[in-house]
């Protein structure tokens, strides 16, 4: 497997509006490659990639059983009220017209009277889960255009970073941090 440290602006995957996503390099070195998971487009940080099929399905297998810690790091407006928690959202999923249950444990790493540094860790994986997660806190995560409550901070870029990845491979266990970009540290 190889872990990279997807960059701000870039799709995991393709879609006809998208010029280049992750899957096309990866699929441009070798067809054996694959995704194991994805991360929104505007989210930088930490992304698995499988070089075969056997460890695609080990990956996966990995998720389903929440036996990959993921952390993320996000930069938010406001502050909780709660400065440690864990959230129970139902999401809901317009492809099926359902809600989808999510778990995310949250912690505040450092605050000023606007502003909090929030590591989260998603216990489910749904989409857009810690942004919808960050506004129900009423502290949307910095340059989130989709799911802020005002528009302050609108021109920024999104705020968010897979930071780290734990998790036992082949008896081995591994741990991987990202490299913060430079519009987070801002």
């Known amino acids: ?27 441009y070195i ?10 929104d487009k505007d989210t930088s940080g930490l992304l698995i990639i499988s070089k075969n099929y056997k460890t695609a399905r080990v990956f996966s297998k990995l998720f389903k059983e929440h036996k990959i810690e993921k952390t993320y790091l996000a930069i938010c407006q406001g502050v909780p009220k709660n400065l440690s928690s864990i959230v129970n959202l139902d999401i809901s999923n317009k492809k099926n017209d359902r809600n989808l249950e999510t778990v995310t444990k949250y912690k505040v790493i450092n605050k000023s009277k606007n502003l909090s540094l929030i590591f989260y860790k998603p216990i489910t994986g749904r989409m857009h889960q810690l942004r919808i997660v960050s506004n129900y806190l009423n502290c ?46 801002k």
């Open 140 to 185: 949307p995560i910095i340059g989130d255009s989709k799911y802020r409550n005002n528009k302050k901070y609108m021109n920024e870029k999104l705020k968010l970073n897979a930071f780290s990845l734990k998790f036992i491979y082949k008896n081995y266990q591994y741990e991987f941090n990202s490299v913060l970009p430079e519009h987070v540290l």
């Open 1 to 27: 497997f190889i872990i990279i440290n997807k960059w701000t602006g870039i799709s995991t995957q393709g879609e006809s509006k998208i010029g280049i996503s992750i899957n096309d390099i990866i699929k």
């Open 30 to 39: 070798s067809n054996d490659y694959n995704l194991v998971h994805r991360l």
